[in-house]
């Protein structure tokens, strides 16, 4: 999608920093004992027409990120679940955005070819949404066939899961919460891969 991000950025009036941005959104505070829920926003709510600028923005970098951009989703995602109310921390979060968009505004996907065979990569992010909410997330990609004579490789993803996922009582839940959300989304594309002619195996590695 050549020069479909800095046609955005310019529709938006965005103005580009000195500085480039590589971290589409911040990171959140390290803990070194236990990990507590990530603090209340109380910065002051934004007005109408700056609120209807940041919905305008993740709607269509959304669209952009499912295409060809998958890095910028998580940022997408939480910022997504605050745009009916943003707040002024908000709207910085969606500055840094666009500054790693415009640092990075070309983004491609490259596929090698494989035997068609549906493999994914599941993770969980504990508490690190707010209200003590977590984070699953899956890369889903087509690679060789899982044994001694083929090589495993990451290839251009077909799919990435990003979905916040209600309290867990730990991290190991939290991942098991991201493999099922992974799990459910695998079933459609290894049915999808079959009617397409790429039989998929049973066994599971």
């Known amino acids: 999608m050549p020069k479909y991000a800095e046609s955005k950025l310019k529709e938006y009036q965005y103005q580009r920093p000195k500085r480039s941005q590589h971290a589409p959104y911040p990171a959140q505070p390290a803990f070194t004992k236990s990990q507590k829920p990530l603090p209340i926003d109380n910065t002051p709510k934004l007005d109408a027409?700056?609120?209807?600028?940041?919905?305008?923005?993740?709607?269509?970098?959304?669209?952009?990120?499912?295409?060809v951009d998958p890095t910028?989703?998580?940022?997408?995602?939480s910022l997504s679940t605050k745009q009916s109310a943003p707040t002024e921390q908000t709207e910085k979060n969606v500055q840094q955005l666009l500054d790693y968009i415009s640092t990075h505004p070309d983004a491609k996907i490259r596929y090698l070819a494989s035997d068609m065979i549906l493999q994914i990569h599941s993770d969980a992010s504990y508490m690190n949404e707010p209200e003590a909410k977590s984070?699953?997330?899956?890369?889903f990609f087509l690679g060789p066939k899982n044994d001694d004579k083929h090589r495993t490789f990451l290839n251009g993803a077909i799919h990435t899961?990003?979905?916040?996922?209600?309290?867990a009582a730990s991290a190991a839940e939290a991942?098991?919460?991201?493999?099922?959300?992974?799990?459910?989304?695998?079933?459609k594309h290894r049915t999808t891969l079959q009617e397409l002619g790429h039989p998929q195996p049973s066994k599971i590695w």
Request: net charge positive; glycine share 10%; charged share 20%.
């Open 49 to 67: 027409q700056r609120t209807k600028r940041i919905q305008k923005i993740i709607g269509a970098f959304l669209f952009y990120g499912r295409a």
């Open 135 to 139: 984070t699953a997330g899956g890369y």
């Open 175 to 187: 991942e098991l919460a991201g493999l099922f959300h992974n799990a459910q989304e695998a079933m």
């Open 72 to 77: 910028i989703l998580k940022a997408l995602n």
């Open 161 to 167: 899961l990003c979905k916040i996922i209600p309290v």
